[in-house]
């Protein structure tokens, strides 16, 4: 199977009765490509301007981005249990549906969750229900406890000026395979000038390194927390 030109694909990923709505963007070039699924926070989507940015700069370093809306979001269904283990699920599920994609490396999956989403990326994590081989999680509002047994490279990035900041610092020293990169100026959203950017910058440079084999990140230049 060849891909010659990058490509956008909406899709229907099934998980019982429910349907969650999806868009696989593959990079040029030929497959299988590593790929980064992204989970978005509570009340967002695929949409997610700020997660759209970070897949498509994916897609230009020639890793596939698959973003989907969590049950009860978006165009994907209602779940009526509509909550924390219903997004679990719905991750679950699109992670084996990339597994059995022939466009997608299966060894080269990872996950990039914003804020609750990286909430959810990491229980499933922990739970062994997906089995990524990297993570990126965005101010993620976690606690020391949601970072137990995960040993999986992760990559955290919070604002300077986001309130969480001194809950992720404590969360991040249950792990050692979690690194903290503080974005000076961030606050909860990336939203002040040029800090979006910075996240962007080191969430490819991560998963480039984790997933493709390019030179390991230098991060400390965000204001490395360990």
């Given at each position: 199977?060849?891909?010659?030109?990058?490509?956008?694909?909406?899709?229907?990923?099934?998980?019982?009765?429910?349907?969650?709505?999806?868009?696989?963007?593959?990079?040029?070039?030929?497959?299988?490509?590593?790929?980064?699924?992204?989970?978005?926070?509570?009340?967002?989507?695929?949409?997610?301007?700020?997660?759209?940015?970070?897949?498509?700069?994916?897609?230009e370093?020639?890793?596939?981005?698959?973003?989907?809306?969590?049950?009860g979001?978006?165009?994907?269904?209602?779940?009526?249990?509509?909550?924390?283990?219903?997004?679990?699920?719905?991750?679950?599920?699109?992670?084996?549906?990339?597994?059995?994609?022939?466009?997608?490396?299966?060894?080269?999956?990872?996950?990039?969750?914003?804020?609750?989403?990286?909430?959810?990326?990491?229980?499933?994590?922990?739970?062994?229900?997906?089995?990524?081989?990297?993570?990126?999680?965005?101010?993620?509002?976690?606690?020391?406890?949601?970072?137990?047994?995960?040993?999986?490279?992760?990559?955290?990035?919070?604002g300077?000026?986001?309130?969480?900041?001194?809950m992720?610092?404590?969360?991040?020293?249950?792990?050692?395979?979690?690194?903290l990169?503080?974005?000076?100026?961030?606050?909860?959203?990336?939203?002040?000038?040029?800090?979006?950017?910075?996240?962007?910058?080191?969430?490819?440079?991560?998963?480039?390194?984790?997933?493709?084999?390019?030179?390991e990140?230098?991060?400390?230049?965000?204001?490395?927390?360990d």
């Amino acid at each position: 199977m060849t891909t010659k030109t990058a490509s956008t694909s909406r899709i229907t990923i099934q998980r019982e009765r429910i349907r969650l709505a999806a868009e696989l963007m593959l990079p040029g070039g030929s497959p299988p490509f590593p790929c980064v699924l992204f989970v978005h926070g509570l009340g967002s989507g695929k949409d997610s301007p700020r997660n759209v940015v970070v897949a498509n700069r994916l897609v230009e370093a020639g890793i596939a981005a698959l973003l989907f809306d969590l049950s009860g979001h978006g165009e994907s269904d209602d779940d009526p249990r509509s909550g924390h283990q219903a997004f679990v699920e719905d991750l679950e599920a699109v992670f084996d549906w990339a597994t059995s994609r022939p466009e997608i490396d299966s060894e080269r999956i990872g996950v990039a969750g914003s804020s609750l989403g990286g909430v959810i990326a990491l229980e499933a994590t922990r739970r062994r229900l997906i089995h990524p081989a990297a993570l990126v999680l965005r101010a993620p509002p976690a606690e020391p406890h949601e970072f137990a047994q995960v040993d999986v490279p992760t990559l955290v990035i919070a604002g300077s000026h986001d309130p969480l900041l001194p809950m992720i610092r404590q969360a991040v020293t249950v792990t050692e395979c979690a690194t903290l990169a503080q974005v000076e100026g961030a606050g909860h959203l990336f939203e002040e000038p040029g800090t979006l950017e910075q996240a962007v910058q080191r969430t490819v440079e991560w998963f480039k390194g984790h997933l493709s084999g390019a030179p390991e990140p230098a991060i400390g230049n965000l204001g490395e927390v360990d």
